[in-house]
Structure formats: structure tokens, C-alpha cells
């Protein structure tokens, strides 16, 4: 019998290689593992190891351009920073430009509370000042980012830094701004008022935004959500809106184009029990004219029904989008930084 001859990288083409290392670098975010548990970057943090020419060429690439930054690995990112600088200052072959490649980068808690934004300490939740430097330009070059509102000082800071960074010479109304974030979404408890609108580098930041994003405030808007659609108190193709969104500062959100709004797909019947103990979900991503909520009164429903008066938007003028990966929801856990990874189709 003849022996099969095993074909290896030597015999493919390049393309071909790049093709096959490029997918395997990809993160694993629709995995069903936790994150915690599995870290979706594994497999191209070993492919590092490979060689030069695949970590500058096929690893970094994948991984830089969807970011998962918290508390758990905030330390990494900024040291791998600081150790980027170093390689720029020596120009060590290991120097590469994060920024160029970061396109999505989610920011989870990093500061629990006002009281500690603007003061010196290092601990793990905590950006000293001594790092913005090296933070800020590269999470506003993110085109798309994603911020618990717990964080809403640390992205405050970054961007007075890079506005301030622009020197006093500068004619700030007229140069373009010193970021490039187009898309931010939203998540955690909202409060007033937003810090952003106390600075003139925040407003700035705010009137250039033109794709907001909202995750549930909390796990019982959630669970409201699905309990409502289960037991019909919220019908099959309505939806309600945030609360916060009645006082959001609007006004300064100038060239705004879309709001967007993320909800468990609820398939009917569903069992609440069911959804209490954990199940897989889909999720819909709502998205309408940001003029639908600039008006004097801002609707907090949407509404399927013809009759839906002024407090309400129309379903018509409503987009809705189904994602693709189904994600563990339950009563006390949501997953809504892999629903944010994974993304939605179109």
C-alpha cells in the first residue's frame, strides 16, 4: 500500500499559511467558556512564540483588534505599553503600533467611584496619572469603544489629556479632534450628570460621536425585559427604553446619527424558571434616528402597534438585528462583554 505523503507549511503557499494562521489567531469570543475561565486570546498569544514574522504579521494583528481591558488585565495592557515604548526608544524589532490596529476596545469598571478619578494610587482598579500618556491615545484611536459608565471619569481624564495634549496653539474649534472613537456603547448603572459635560474636551468628544450603543443598565432590567415579554406584558415586538435616556444631555450630542438599544431575543413561550437557572440566549440589536430622541419629550417605548402616540417610536422606524451567537443569560449572570465581542450580522 502506497504511503500518503503529509503535507506541511514548507510545501503551501504563503497566502495560504497566512490564511490558516490568521484564522487560528482569531480570539474565541463566541466560545461557550467563560472568559474568566478561557482566556479568548490563548491561541494567539502562543502563536507569538512562532516567529517574528507571524507575531507582526498574523497574532498581533488578530488580537489587537478587538480589546477586552477590565480590572482583570488592565495591568498587562499598560505594561505591554510601557514596554512598546521602551522597544520604540531602542527600535527593537519588537516595537509595534497598537494604535493602528485597535478597532473595537471595551472598557470595563476600572474606578468605583468619583472620589478616587483624579488621585495618585495603583492599584489594580485604578489608572495612575503617570499612565495616560500612553493609555489615552490608544483607546481613542479605537474607532468603537465600550464603557461602563463606572469609568466614565477614566475616559474623562483620557480625552482632557490628548485635547490638552494639543497645545495651547492649536485652534481646537477648527482642527480635527485628537481621536478617532465614532462608536461608543454604553453599559452599566448611568447616573447624573455625566462628567463628560463638565469639560470642554468632553463636549467636544460628545458632539463628534455618531453611533451610540446601550446594554441594560442592570440585571433586573433584564430579567424586567424577559419576565414582561413571557407573561405579556410587554408585547412579541415592543420594547422599553431606559429611563436615564429622559435626562440624557442630547443637546450636546450634535452629530449623532443612531441610537441603538441590545435586548435578550425572547422566543415565546419561554419559561422564566428556565431563564432564571440559565439559558442561551440571542440577542436583538434595536437601532433608530438619534432625532427620534432629541425632541422636547424623550419616548421611552417603542412600540409595534399603529397607535403609538408621542411618547412612543414606532416600530416602522425601527431597525432590528439578531445575532448570530446564542450567550449564557441567567438571573445573576449576563455575559454582555461577549455579546459585545461577538457583535450582530450587517
Not at 467611584?113 to 490608544?138: C, Q
Not at 495634549?165 to 485652534?171: H, V
Not at 463628560?196 to 474636551?201: G, I, P
Not at 430579567?223 to 412579541?236: D, K, N, Q, Y
Request: aromatic share 10%; charged share 20%.
Amino acid at each position: 500500500m502506497a504511503t500518503i505523503p503529509r503535507a506541511s507549511f514548507g510545501n503551501l503557499p504563503i497566502e495560504l499559511v497566512n490564511l490558516i494562521m490568521s484564522y487560528a489567531a482569531r480570539p474565541t469570543f463566541a466560545q461557550p467558556d467563560q472568559y474568566k475561565a478561557k482566556n479568548p486570546y490563548s491561541t494567539a498569544r502562543k502563536l507569538c512564540l512562532v516567529s517574528r514574522y507571524v507575531r507582526r504579521h498574523v497574532a498581533l494583528p488578530e488580537m489587537l483588534h478587538t480589546v477586552l481591558l477590565d480590572s482583570r488585565n488592565k495591568k498587562a495592557f499598560v505594561h505591554a505599553l510601557r514596554m512598546q515604548k521602551e522597544y520604540a526608544q531602542t527600535d527593537s524589532h519588537l516595537c509595534f503600533a497598537y494604535t493602528s490596529y485597535i478597532h473595537n476596545i471595551w472598557i470595563g469598571e476600572f474606578c468605583p467611584s468619583p472620589e478616587y478619578s483624579f488621585t495618585h494610587r495603583s492599584d489594580g482598579m485604578f489608572v495612575p496619572h503617570s499612565d495616560l500618556g500612553l493609555l489615552a491615545p490608544v483607546l481613542l484611536g479605537a474607532p468603537s469603544l465600550a464603557i461602563d459608565f463606572a469609568s466614565m471619569y477614566f475616559l474623562t481624564r483620557c480625552v482632557e489629556h490628548v485635547w490638552t495634549d494639543m497645545g495651547e496653539g492649536t485652534d481646537q474649534e477648527c482642527s480635527p479632534p485628537p481621536w478617532r472613537t465614532k462608536t461608543v456603547t454604553l453599559l452599566g448603572n448611568v447616573t447624573r450628570p455625566c462628567p463628560m459635560t463638565m469639560f470642554a474636551s468632553g463636549s467636544a468628544f460628545l458632539a463628534s460621536l455618531a453611533h451610540l450603543i446601550v446594554l441594560p443598565n442592570s440585571l433586573g432590567d433584564v430579567s424586567l425585559h424577559v419576565a414582561g415579554r413571557a407573561i405579556g406584558a410587554v408585547g412579541p415586538r415592543d420594547y422599553n427604553l431606559p429611563q436615564w435616556m429622559a435626562h440624557a444631555p442630547w443637546t450636546l450630542l450634535k452629530r449623532l446619527e443612531t441610537v441603538s438599544l441590545v435586548f435578550p431575543r425572547v422566543e415565546l413561550p419561554l419559561d422564566t424558571a428556565e431563564f432564571s437557572a440559565g439559558m442561551n440566549l440571542q440577542t436583538e440589536l434595536v437601532t433608530f434616528p438619534a432625532s427620534l430622541v432629541k425632541g422636547y419629550r424623550v419616548p421611552l417605548e417603542i412600540k409595534a402597534s399603529t397607535e403609538t402616540g408621542e411618547g412612543c417610536i414606532s416600530l416602522d422606524d425601527v431597525r432590528v438585528v439578531v445575532s448570530d451567537t446564542r450567550v449564557h443569560f441567567c438571573i445573576y449572570c449576563q455575559e454582555w462583554e461577549k455579546v459585545w465581542a461577538c457583535g450582530w450580522p450587517g
